[in-house]
């Protein structure tokens, strides 16, 4: 299937898929869990669109939310708000000269760092070299091989209790191949730390008296877990269980 609108050839194809933070049939759910799950401030995407042919949108994380910007491929230029980019060179360039965008709230959002399409795990299973910034002429030596933020999650979630099955709410993060729970956010040292790489499934749960739950199995023990809402329980089990697939990768 074509995503250009005129009759590019192959040349331009292949132009756009040298983009390395170019993520093709990403949705825009999809690139809304990456960007604030993995991303930071600034960080942006391009992909497809589904309003048709040659159309594209750019997914920036501003703080705690993503805004998304609509790019169309037109009469062989790039078509960005009032600009229009002859190729896709001066679309990076624009790009690596970190320009301003007024998002509808009237915010100015600046494009930091480009997420790239290719990510694994750091340091743990393989060395990883990853899009820090776009700039005209950059290689693949050029990039920086550290991405301390890739695969991190934390917020606030309600365990239940291993021998009086009571619920408690305990601040979790998700690190590497660690999931640590503290009695609260400010507590420096975990309660428990479980490793990722005993786990053998992660999945909602239904058995208890509560929403939004769901399980990490272990061998000795089964841990239950309450999110505040369906889609931050969603956003921690796609997150394990991700981890789980890259553990198995390693093995």
Not at 81 to 98: I, M, P, R, S, W
Not at 108 to 133: D, G, M, N, Q, W
Not at 142 to 163: I, M
Not at 223 to 231: I, M, P, Q
Request: some cysteine; hydrophobic content about 35%.
């Amino acid at each position: 299937m074509s995503f250009y609108s005129d009759a590019s050839t192959e040349d331009t194809r292949d132009e756009l898929d040298t983009l390395g933070w170019y993520h093709y049939d990403l949705s825009r759910h999809a690139a809304e869990a990456l960007l604030l799950s993995n991303g930071s401030d600034g960080s942006y995407l391009l992909r497809n669109s589904n309003e048709g042919p040659g159309c594209f949108a750019l997914s920036v994380r501003a703080k705690d939310s993503v805004k998304h910007f609509h790019v169309m491929r037109k009469d062989g230029c790039y078509v960005f708000g009032f600009n229009e980019y002859a190729t896709l060179q001066d679309f990076v360039n624009h790009f690596a000269n970190q320009p301003l965008l007024g998002s509808d709230t009237g915010t100015l959002i600046v494009l930091k760092c480009p997420y790239p399409r290719h990510v694994e795990e750091p340091s743990i299973y393989e060395s990883v070299r990853v899009h820090t910034a776009i700039q005209t002429g950059r290689t693949e030596n050029d990039l920086v091989p550290n991405a301390p933020s890739l695969g991190t999650k934390e917020g606030y979630l309600v365990k239940q209790g291993a021998f009086v099955k009571n619920w408690k709410q305990r601040w979790f993060t998700l690190s590497r191949y660690e999931l640590k729970y503290f009695k609260d956010k400010t507590c420096e040292e975990p309660i428990r730390i479980l490793d990722l790489r005993a786990c053998s499934a992660v999945q909602f749960d239904y058995s208890q008296d509560r929403v939004n739950c769901f399980c990490l199995v272990f061998p000795d023990r089964t841990f239950y877990l309450c999110a505040k809402t369906g889609v931050e329980a969603d956003e921690w089990i796609k997150m394990l269980r991700w981890k789980l697939s890259q553990i198995k990768k390693g093995q």
